[in-house]
């Protein structure tokens, strides 16, 4: 597959178009009607609790928040691969994925509610923290990953980031440093067309990310991202790759990011309604649903009925979240060092007295 799709030969892997039909019968991986249902209904509840922590947002209950909405078919496909020991080292909008290594939702409402208990993850084995500081995790993966080889361990390392970040030195040493070491890492650029702001055809002259993948001798290889099916492939595909000692993959996953960056950002000020609606056409929950009900294996009364359901548990986490109990002032402190330094705690002892003195003053 890597052959036919070598990025130098400008082909993106697609197998369904935007009505749900299949156009790439010999690549149509091979996925049951029980995974098919699982993969579709673990991608409407993350879009469900994506779309109610906007909400949550906007009345002033969590703190800013980075949304999902668009690109949940990316997280959906690598969420049916990835194995219980891989590794998942996280940017911060692959909530699909997170959900499927064990992590809550409740976790994350409380990370965004700013609790350092948010980045736990208790259930969640083998699971890096949400990476803020853009392609940062990149290197923690590749780091990751040379360990795995050194000692001969089955794990693949899955990694995320966006296509601002391949715009950071930190993506260029990650991808270097894993395709010498043959680093079972799969790092997986969602391309969302925007950096913020910055439309992707002012992040890099080349033509598209994928194709960088030659400059550091491993496979790479396009996607449509909004492509359930061709995105397992693709993950699949990576994975046999990895797994069998010939190094990392670059996976460009061609998609779009229907919401704004953060809450704190407005997209109606740097792109077009039209251009969203020309994305709208692409949505990989609605073709993911034409297929599956095109097949008789969903139908609308099913999804007005499951709907409310995953209302009712999202909800159920937010409510326990925000019940959470007070911020622990100490807490700001003492995970910088195993035992706390004297500047520090002389910044907490500040801390206290500028507190006392605010609660004095009202």
Same mark, same amino acid.
């Given at each position: 597959?890597?052959?036919?799709?070598?990025?130098?030969?400008?082909?993106? $892997?697609?197998?369904?178009?935007?009505? +749900?039909?299949?156009?790439?019968?010999?690549?149509?991986?091979? #996925?049951?009607?029980?995974?098919?249902?699982?993969?579709?209904?673990?991608?409407?509840?993350?879009?469900?609790?994506? $779309?109610?922590?906007?909400?949550?947002?906007?009345?002033?209950?969590?703190?800013?928040?980075?949304?999902?909405?668009?690109?949940?078919?990316?997280?959906?496909?690598?969420?049916?691969?990835?194995?219980?020991?891989?590794?998942?080292?996280?940017?911060?909008?692959?909530?699909? &994925?997170? #959900?499927?290594?064990?992590?809550?939702?409740?976790?994350?409402?409380?990370?965004?509610?700013?609790?350092?208990?948010?980045? #736990?993850?208790?259930?969640?084995?083998? *699971?890096? =923290?949400?990476?803020? =500081?853009?392609?940062?995790?990149? $290197?923690?993966?590749?780091?990751?990953?040379?360990?795995?080889?050194?000692?001969?361990?089955?794990?693949?390392?899955?990694?995320? !980031?966006?296509? +601002?970040?391949?715009?950071?030195?930190?993506?260029?040493? &990650?991808?270097?440093?894993? +395709?010498?070491?043959?680093?079972?890492?799969?790092? @997986?650029?969602?391309?969302?067309?925007?950096?913020?702001? %910055?439309? *992707?055809?002012?992040?890099?002259?080349?033509?598209?990310?994928?194709?960088? &993948?030659?400059?550091?001798?491993?496979?790479?290889?396009?996607?449509?991202?909004?492509?359930?099916?061709?995105?397992?492939?693709?993950?699949?595909?990576?994975?046999?790759? &990895?797994?069998?000692?010939?190094?990392?993959? #670059?996976?460009?996953?061609?998609?779009?990011?229907?919401?704004?960056?953060? %809450?704190?950002?407005?997209?109606?000020?740097?792109? %077009?309604?039209?251009?969203?609606?020309?994305?709208?056409?692409?949505? =990989?929950?609605?073709?993911?649903?034409?297929?599956?009900?095109?097949?008789?294996?969903?139908?609308?009364?099913?999804?007005?009925?499951?709907?409310?359901?995953?209302?009712?548990?999202?909800?159920?986490? *937010?409510?326990?979240?925000?019940?959470? +109990?007070?911020?622990?002032?100490?807490? !700001?402190?003492?995970?910088?060092?195993?035992?706390?330094?004297?500047? @520090?705690?002389?910044?907490?002892?500040?801390?206290?007295? *500028? $507190?006392?003195?605010?609660?004095?003053?009202?």
């Amino acid at each position: 597959m890597f052959k036919e799709y070598n990025p130098i030969k400008k082909k993106r $892997l697609q197998i369904i178009d935007n009505d +749900g039909k299949v156009i790439n019968q010999k690549l149509m991986p091979k #996925l049951d009607d029980k995974q098919l249902i699982k993969a579709y209904k673990d991608m409407l509840f993350a879009r469900t609790a994506d $779309l109610m922590i906007v909400n949550y947002q906007r009345q002033g209950r969590i703190y800013t928040y980075p949304p999902n909405y668009g690109q949940e078919a990316i997280s959906g496909a690598v969420a049916q691969i990835m194995r219980d020991d891989d590794w998942l080292v996280p940017a911060f909008r692959e909530m699909g &994925a997170y #959900l499927a290594k064990g992590a809550s939702l409740k976790e994350l409402f409380i990370y965004f509610m700013g609790y350092e208990d948010g980045s #736990l993850f208790k259930n969640a084995k083998n *699971f890096l =923290p949400i990476s803020v =500081p853009i392609s940062s995790q990149l $290197l923690h993966a590749s780091g990751i990953g040379y360990e795995i080889n050194y000692n001969n361990k089955d794990q693949i390392v899955y990694t995320f !980031v966006g296509d +601002g970040g391949t715009s950071e030195g930190d993506f260029h040493e &990650a991808l270097n440093f894993a +395709g010498v070491w043959k680093a079972p890492v799969i790092f @997986i650029v969602q391309n969302n067309q925007y950096g913020i702001s %910055t439309p *992707f055809k002012m992040q890099t002259a080349s033509d598209g990310i994928a194709i960088k &993948a030659l400059a550091y001798g491993i496979e790479g290889i396009q996607v449509d991202g909004n492509d359930f099916f061709a995105m397992y492939k693709a993950v699949e595909e990576s994975a046999k790759h &990895a797994s069998g000692g010939n190094g990392p993959v #670059l996976i460009e996953a061609v998609t779009y990011r229907k919401g704004a960056h953060t %809450t704190s950002d407005d997209p109606t000020k740097y792109r %077009t309604k039209e251009e969203e609606e020309k994305w709208d056409e692409t949505d =990989p929950l609605k073709r993911l649903k034409a297929y599956l009900i095109a097949n008789k294996l969903w139908s609308e009364k099913e999804e007005e009925k499951i709907v409310p359901q995953y209302k009712k548990e999202i909800d159920r986490q *937010f409510i326990e979240a925000e019940n959470y +109990g007070e911020y622990a002032l100490e807490d !700001v402190f003492k995970f910088m060092y195993t035992e706390m330094p004297q500047d @520090i705690k002389n910044q907490m002892m500040e801390h206290e007295k *500028f $507190l006392k003195w605010k609660e004095a003053r009202s």
